[in-house]
């Protein structure tokens, strides 16, 4: 009776513990995103307040401010660095451009040392937020945050997505049409998978070498089928220990885009890649 009556005040010990202890550490809080309307006279000061919420929710798990060690590049003095990459391409580019290209346009600027594993924000927000982030960006350097809500026409030429989130759709708003898209056909194959969604951007196919994302030479000996086709249809779901959720984004779409067929081949390939 003493053993049982030790454990149970063992285990509520430990559990007011670790409680205590998990109220102590400091707890990232998502905030709600907020809007901005495009075609709104938004200031630009306004604007940065805004896209520093929108930073810390969709950007702060691998983008440092003036700390080494993301999985990103610091953004510190990005501002400056947009203006500077502006100047040497010269005629209308501005580094408001070179903002944008590099949110809904990733794969053309990747950073020295590090992996073309960004998302593509292109619809992941509206164009309203899409000028926030860049107004907080621009805030990163000396010259400070200078865009507005009025500046339509630059995020509709590298971010038509967004713009036509912002008006529902309906190409109506804000003076910016809707970009209507024919529909791609479904990927079949696995080397078209993997070029579509940059896969060995962040993984090592052929090896457990970690990258942005965890080497997969021997993933199908650690999962099994069905764990494999969850990490593909619902990446978020189970993530691999220290590593944070870039999945949802890099596979945002991948449902849709993929055939049956060529999601079944694709947990094939997985399946079969066993480390030996």
Do not use: W
């Amino acid at each position: 009776m003493k053993n049982y009556l030790f454990i149970a005040l063992f285990t509520l010990f430990t559990s007011i513990a670790y409680t205590m202890i998990g109220f102590m550490l400091p707890q990232k809080v998502g905030e709600p995103p907020p809007i901005i309307k495009l075609g709104v006279k938004a200031e630009p000061s306004d604007l940065a307040e805004a896209g520093q919420v929108l930073f810390q929710n969709e950007c702060s798990a691998c983008h440092m401010i003036g700390a080494p060690g993301g999985r990103g590049p610091d953004v510190s003095g990005v501002g400056d660095r947009a203006i500077a990459i502006a100047n040497q391409k010269g005629g209308d580019y501005t580094g408001v451009d070179y903002l944008l290209e590099s949110m809904c346009r990733p794969n053309d600027y990747v950073v020295d040392g590090y992996a073309a594993f960004m998302t593509n924000f292109d619809g992941k927000l509206d164009g309203g937020q899409m000028l926030a982030l860049v107004a907080f960006l621009q805030d990163q350097g000396a010259a400070g945050a200078e865009v507005n809500g009025l500046e339509v026409d630059i995020v509709s030429k590298y971010c038509p997505k967004s713009v036509a989130k912002s008006n529902g759709g309906s190409g109506g708003g804000g003076g910016a049409a809707a970009v209507a898209e024919a529909p791609k056909p479904k990927i079949e194959t696995v080397e078209e998978a993997i070029k579509e969604f940059n896969c060995a951007g962040c993984h090592s196919l052929d090896s457990t070498t970690p990258g942005a994302g965890p080497g997969l030479g021997d993933v199908g000996a650690r999962l099994n089928r069905d764990q494999l086709k969850e990490a593909l249809l619902q990446p978020g779901a189970t993530l691999a220990e220290g590593y944070a959720d870039i999945m949802t984004g890099s596979l945002d779409g991948f449902s849709d885009r993929m055939s049956p067929d060529g999601i079944n081949a694709l947990v094939d390939y997985l399946e079969n890649l066993k480390g030996e």
